[in-house]
Every structure is written in C-alpha cells, then in structure tokens.
C-alpha cells in the first residue's frame, strides 16, 4: 500500500468518526413529531400554536405546552395571514442547503475515487 492510500484509508476513518460523533450529539435532542398540514390549520384556529419557522415548504413550530413539531405545508396563499391572527410568532428561513463543508468533501472524495479507479 503507497502512503497516498494509507492517507486516504486515515481521513476516511476519522471522517467516519468525526460524523458518528456529530450524529450523537445531535441524538441527544427530543425528535419533533410530524403533524400533518390540516391538524397543524385546526391547532392554530384553537391557539394552540405559539411559534412557527417556515423553511421552503418545511414549518418548524413549538405549541402552547411547549411539545415541537413539524409539518409540511401546500401552497397556501393565506396560510401566513391565518398564523398572524391566531397570535403565532412567525419566522421565515430560506431552505437549507448543505454544508460548504460535506459538500466539499463530497466532491473531493468522489475526485479521488474516480483518480483511484483510473489508476
């Protein structure tokens, strides 16, 4: 094995680790339940709702007892004006996107696959 390999065999190994340990801690969080789009409409007509972040389609919201959820939302022109009279705290995030980080590693790894495979 030439040491490019034995490089390679290491950055692999401690991104494997470096992503296990990163998924544990973000385990430690208590998962949102998943509430469909019209329970999440009846919930905010009874003001059960106190804060929404709306991501693309994605809403991200906390209820009256503090519980987290998330819903995915249909193109609902008065959907906005509907959270802004029932009380609810609105916040609008653009979708995410990957990280500049995992996306370079990525196309990096894919590169030098592809180097390896044309050796």
């Not at 998962?31 to 709702?49: G, K, L």
């Amino acid at each position: 094995m030439n040491n490019l390999s034995k490089n390679i065999a290491v950055w692999l190994i401690i991104a494997v680790v470096l992503m296990s340990v990163l998924n544990q801690l973000g385990a430690q969080r208590p998962a949102p339940t998943q509430m469909p789009y019209s329970q999440f409409i009846e919930e905010v007509r009874q003001q059960q709702i106190t804060k929404v972040v709306i991501e693309g389609n994605v809403l991200k919201g906390e209820r009256t007892d503090g519980q987290r959820f998330t819903s995915y939302a249909p193109s609902d022109p008065w959907m906005v004006s509907d959270l802004l009279k029932n009380g609810v705290s609105v916040e609008a995030k653009p979708e995410e996107q990957p990280s500049f980080l995992i996306s370079l590693f990525i196309y990096w790894f894919t590169m030098l696959l592809l180097i390896r495979v044309g050796e």
